[in-house]
T-cell receptor, first 111, second 114 residues
């Protein structure tokens, strides 16, 4: 079965600094990979997804992620973080009949 | 606003009781998914319905059941509740039946079992 690991439980960055959130996955076939964001009291919102093709994926809110098959990674990046980006971020791997989420990374943004 | 609605927003009940959570998918979406989010288990897939039929099962307990009605809304029934069932329960919907279709999440129902 597929699985997802997000090694960082909590990350703090300064506003305007760059951000990288790590995600490692385990899946036997070509993975379908997702990043979701959850703001306090809200449901999850899809930031971006990777199915195939270009390994650098652009998403909403200025986020991007890079799929690296050799490292089984799908890290999320943003060049300049805004205070409104403070939230919990989930990486997920999907198959036909299942979706597995990582434990999440909580992002705090310092003024 | 994702277009997915869930009621109620909060539910407080006692151990041993039964509750029903309701979800209305986005207009046109045929799939409904239920997820449980708790501090110790994280976000777990429970069950999926597609166009009225159960399509996939995840880590759903036997005490839990769900159904999807002809108007495509769905209900998750939780019975013989235990303290450990306290969690945030999310519903999501998508147009297609496979998980890698984009899923739109509702705001969740927070269940507290005392």
């Amino acid at each position: 079965a597929q699985s997802v690991t997000q090694p960082d439980i909590h990350i703090t960055v300064s506003e305007g600094a760059s951000l990288e959130l790590r995600c490692n996955y385990s899946y036997g076939a070509t993975p379908y990979l997702f990043w979701y964001v959850q703001s306090p009291g809200q449901g999850l919102q899809l930031l971006l997804k990777y199915f195939s093709g270009d390994t650098l994926v652009q998403g909403i809110k200025g986020f991007e992620a890079e799929f690296k098959r050799s490292q089984s990674s799908f890290n999320l990046r943003k060049p300049s973080v805004h205070w409104s980006d403070a939230a919990e971020y989930f990486c997920a791997v999907g198959a036909m009949d299942d979706m597995r989420f990582g434990a999440g990374t909580r992002l705090t943004v310092k003024p | 606003d994702s277009g997915v609605t869930q009621t109620p927003k909060h539910l407080i009940t006692a151990t041993g009781q039964r509750v029903t959570l309701r979800c209305s998918p986005r207009s046109g979406d045929l799939s409904v998914y239920w997820y449980q989010q708790s501090l110790d288990q994280g976000l777990q897939f429970l069950i999926q319905y597609y166009n009225g039929e159960e399509r996939a099962k995840g880590n759903i307990l036997e005490r839990f059941s769900a159904q999807q009605f002809p108007d495509l809304h769905s209900e998750l029934n939780l019975s013989s509740l235990e303290l450990g069932d306290s969690a945030l329960y999310f519903c999501a919907s998508s147009l297609g039946e496979v998980f890698y279709n984009e899923q739109f999440f509702g705001p969740g129902t927070r269940l507290t079992v005392l």
